[in-house]
């Protein structure tokens, strides 16, 4: 097996290991936000503050790796997954809101770091197998989708009286185990490529250019759209009479709808283009908004949730394969700073208002506040293909000297 092969591996084990933690949280948090939080409207504020975390965490993880490497950075942010899971436990042992959501913001830190797994198997890679690596670590998240909904419902009454405890333990385990796992990996903090000698340009020059703005328009909107439903999904399941069991089911299919497609999106995308593969993603994310505003059975619930999941996999992994092509490997740890940070941005946002637009204008006004963010997308998308059109023409039609 090439040691690109075993980077890649490595990482989507990893990530199969922090989406586990990830789908738990999301999963139960809300439902344990519910139990302890003062006022029902602040539900879903610990799953804001996984975004807040993460946030708070994004620009300064990749730069400390810029200057540490990626190994010793990925395994910092595997602990404070490990120190997060056991606090937001302990909140709920104690009866502690406060405590549950500096927990979960600890586990959303931990994002802040385990996000770059993508960029770091692009690094390993060559230009070729770039999209496959950033799609095939992303496929690691398929193993959370079975598993982290079941860990979730199997584990909230493990430490009765103290509900979904126990989950948040597994958040602890599955976390200390991508620790070990990441301090065992190969990695390194070269990106492989052309233009490592380059002198790095300014920020504002570099996030100036079409692909980088449709790159980052496109996977923000995407998560930001997935995050807002997701984070409503299981309060607004339960509210219309579904059990918990049937919300772990739904949410259990959606993460499987992000992370399956993943083991041919990057086959996908080198047969047909990012341009058209990220508008796909907005046109699956746009069915989703109308079967939700049709009907709150079980099966509208269910087949939007997984259109949702494969729609955001389509952006997400498109935007951050288009984002590698605007910058050189010297640019390379502020660039993805700030693309990730502006994600984050747009997720906790998201996150934060997901439980007062449910409160007041209900599952489908919910959604169907997300049709303005995708129309900016599809716009964004569009107008960088047009602007890459105008320029290879351009080039096509220069006098040669």
Same mark, same amino acid.
């Given at each position: 097996?090439?040691?690109?092969?075993?980077?890649?591996?490595?990482?989507?084990?990893?990530?199969?290991?922090?989406?586990?933690?990830?789908?738990?949280?999301?999963?139960?948090?809300?439902?344990?936000?519910?139990?302890?939080?003062?006022?029902?409207?602040?539900?879903?504020?610990?799953?804001?503050?996984?975004?807040?975390?993460?946030?708070?965490?994004?620009?300064?993880?990749?730069?400390?790796?810029?200057?540490?490497?990626?190994?010793?950075?990925?395994?910092?942010?595997?602990?404070?997954?490990?120190?997060?899971?056991?606090?937001?436990?302990?909140?709920?042992?104690?009866?502690?809101?406060?405590?549950?959501? =500096?927990?979960?913001?600890?586990?959303?830190?931990?994002?802040?770091?385990?996000?770059?797994?993508?960029?770091?198997?692009?690094?390993?890679?060559?230009?070729?197998?770039?999209?496959?690596?950033?799609?095939?670590?992303?496929?690691?998240?398929?193993?959370?989708?079975?598993?982290?909904?079941?860990?979730?419902?199997?584990?909230?009454?493990?430490?009765?009286?103290?509900?979904?405890?126990?989950?948040?333990?597994?958040?602890? =385990?599955?976390?200390?185990?991508?620790? =070990?796992?990441?301090?065992?990996?190969?990695?390194?903090?070269?990106?492989?490529?052309?233009?490592?000698?380059?002198?790095?340009?300014?920020?504002?020059?570099?996030?100036?250019?079409?692909?980088?703005?449709?790159?980052?328009?496109?996977?923000?909107?995407?998560?930001? =759209?997935?995050?807002?439903?997701?984070?409503?999904?299981?309060?607004?399941?339960?509210?219309?009479?579904?059990?918990?069991?049937?919300?772990?089911?739904?949410?259990?299919?959606?993460?499987?709808?992000?992370?399956?497609?993943?083991?041919?999106?990057?086959?996908?995308?080198?047969?047909?283009?990012?341009?058209?593969?990220?508008?796909?993603?907005?046109?699956?994310?746009?069915?989703?908004?109308?079967?939700?505003?049709?009907?709150?059975?079980?099966?509208?619930?269910?087949?939007?949730?997984?259109?949702?999941?494969?729609?955001?996999?389509?952006?997400?992994?498109?935007?951050?394969?288009?984002?590698?092509?605007?910058?050189?490997?010297?640019?390379?740890?502020?660039?993805?700073?700030?693309?990730?940070?502006?994600?984050?941005?747009?997720?906790?946002?998201?996150?934060?208002?997901?439980?007062?637009?449910?409160?007041?204008?209900?599952?489908?006004?919910?959604?169907?506040?997300?049709?303005?963010?995708?129309?900016?997308?599809?716009?964004?998308?569009?107008?960088?293909?047009?602007?890459?059109?105008?320029?290879?023409?351009?080039?096509?039609?220069?006098?040669?000297?």
């Amino acid at each position: 097996m090439t040691r690109e092969a075993r980077v890649v591996l490595a990482l989507a084990a990893a990530q199969a290991l922090f989406q586990t933690a990830s789908v738990l949280i999301m999963t139960v948090g809300g439902l344990a936000g519910r139990l302890l939080a003062p006022d029902p409207v602040l539900a879903t504020v610990p799953i804001a503050c996984v975004a807040l975390g993460t946030a708070t965490a994004t620009i300064p993880a990749s730069l400390l790796m810029g200057r540490i490497g990626r190994r010793p950075g990925f395994v910092l942010g595997a602990l404070l997954g490990v120190l997060g899971g056991g606090l937001a436990a302990w909140a709920i042992v104690i009866g502690s809101f406060a405590l549950l959501c =500096v927990g979960t913001a600890l586990v959303g830190a931990y994002q802040g770091f385990a996000q770059f797994y993508r960029f770091a198997a692009a690094e390993a890679s060559s230009e070729a197998f770039r999209s496959r690596a950033i799609s095939l670590v992303l496929a690691g998240g398929v193993v959370a989708a079975v598993a982290g909904p079941h860990l979730g419902a199997m584990t909230r009454d493990l430490f009765d009286p103290a509900t979904y405890a126990g989950s948040f333990l597994v958040v602890l =385990v599955a976390s200390a185990l991508a620790a =070990v796992l990441l301090a065992a990996t190969p990695l390194t903090a070269e990106a492989v490529g052309d233009g490592a000698d380059m002198p790095a340009r300014p920020l504002g020059e570099i996030a100036r250019q079409p692909r980088f703005i449709a790159a980052v328009v496109g996977a923000a909107v995407g998560a930001g =759209v997935m995050v807002l439903v997701m984070t409503a999904t299981p309060l607004s399941m339960v509210a219309h009479h579904h059990d918990v069991s049937g919300a772990a089911f739904v949410i259990q299919w959606h993460v499987l709808g992000m992370f399956v497609p993943s083991f041919f999106t990057g086959w996908l995308i080198s047969r047909f283009g990012l341009t058209p593969m990220m508008l796909t993603g907005v046109v699956l994310l746009l069915i989703h908004v109308m079967i939700a505003t049709t009907g709150v059975a079980l099966a509208h619930f269910l087949s939007g949730l997984i259109l949702l999941g494969v729609g955001w996999n389509f952006l997400y992994v498109g935007g951050s394969a288009l984002l590698t092509e605007t910058y050189r490997p010297s640019e390379r740890a502020k660039v993805q700073a700030l693309n990730d940070f502006l994600i984050v941005g747009v997720v906790a946002a998201s996150s934060f208002s997901a439980g007062a637009l449910l409160d007041g204008f209900g599952w489908r006004g919910l959604n169907l506040a997300a049709i303005p963010l995708l129309a900016a997308a599809a716009l964004a998308v569009i107008g960088a293909a047009i602007a890459r059109a105008r320029s290879t023409n351009a080039q096509a039609s220069a006098p040669v000297a």
